[in-house]
């Protein structure tokens, strides 16, 4: 029975992958479970769809990245932070508050998961990674008392 995984499953298929499995384990495991949907000409066609979908949605992050990282790349971002006379941030600067500031300063949103960083608690220069998939970037931010 042909069947069109409708998500990853280990050991046995990717998403929107076309297999061919026995009856019983197709009925009882896959379809009733929601994992799959018979392959029929209809399903075919949604999934053709939906494969060109997402390969678009996929092309717009790619390219949407690369304006980040050439709108941020080799750029210095400042960020304002209450410290004490000897440098000491009373509060740590994370992913969070770097994501706000390149947000401000570029008007692109980036998530907070695609920033690699150490949490910084001084005063200071400091590199900061963006990561999205394969593609990398970096940038540097330079932390200053308010």
Known sequence: MKVILLTDIPKVGNRYDVKDFKEGYA?????AKGLAVLATKSELAKIE??????????????????????????????????????????KAVGAHDV??????????EISED????????????????IKKGDMKGECEIVVVSM
């Open 27 to 31: 009925q009882n495991v896959l379809l």
């Open 114 to 129: 695609s920033i690699k960083m150490d949490h910084v608690k001084n005063v200071g220069s400091h590199k900061v990674f």
């Open 49 to 90: 769809d939906r494969k060109k979908a997402s390969e678009k949605k996929r092309l717009e992050e790619v390219e949407s990245f690369n304006n980040l990282i050439s709108s941020v790349g080799g750029k210095t971002i400042t960020v304002k932070a209450k410290a004490n006379e000897k440098g000491h941030l009373f």
């Open 99 to 108: 994501a706000l500031v390149i947000k401000e300063a570029t008007d692109i």
